[in-house]
Nanobody, 115 residues
Framework: QMQLVESGGGLVQPGGSLRLSCVAV????????TGWYRQRPGAQRELVAT???????NYKDSVRSRFTISRDDAKNTVYLQMNSLQPEDTATYFC?????????WGQGTQVTVSS
C-alpha cells in the first residue's frame, strides 16, 4: 500500500512563494502519474499541475507561468514550486498518484495567500 504525505503549506503574502512536497511512502512501484490538485472553499477540486513517468508536465493555464512541478525519484518526492502567489491561489492542495492503475491521495496541505 502507498501513502502520500504532503507538506509545505502555510500563510504567505501576495507575491510570495511556497514549495509543496509530496512524499510517497510504502509500496511505490509503478508510479506513472503524479498531480497536484487544489480545492477552494465552496468549489470543486481542480487540477493544478501534473507530471508523468516520461517527465512531461502539464499546468492549469492560470498557474503555468508561476508554478513548477518537479520530482526527485530517489526520494519518491514530487514538488510544486509556487511563485508570485495571489489570494486566488488560497486553497487546500492535494497530491494524487496513479500507480499500476490505482489512485492514491494525500491528506492535503493548506495554502493561504493574504496580506
Amino acid at each position: 500500500q502507498m501513502q502520500l504525505v504532503e507538506s509545505g503549506g502555510g500563510l504567505v503574502q501576495p507575491g510570495g512563494s511556497l514549495r509543496l512536497s509530496c512524499v510517497a511512502v510504502g509500496d511505490t512501484f509503478g508510479i506513472s502519474y503524479t498531480g497536484w490538485y487544489r480545492q477552494r472553499p465552496g468549489a470543486q477540486r481542480e487540477l493544478v499541475a501534473t507530471i508523468i513517468s516520461s517527465g512531461r508536465t502539464n499546468y492549469k493555464d492560470s498557474v503555468r507561468s508561476r508554478f513548477t512541478i518537479s520530482r526527485d525519484d530517489a526520494k519518491n518526492t514530487v514538488y510544486l514550486q509556487m511563485n508570485s502567489l495571489q489570494p486566488e491561489d488560497t486553497a487546500t492542495y492535494f497530491c494524487k498518484v496513479i500507480a499500476l492503475g490505482r489512485e492514491f491521495w494525500g491528506q492535503g496541505t493548506q495554502v493561504t495567500v493574504s496580506s
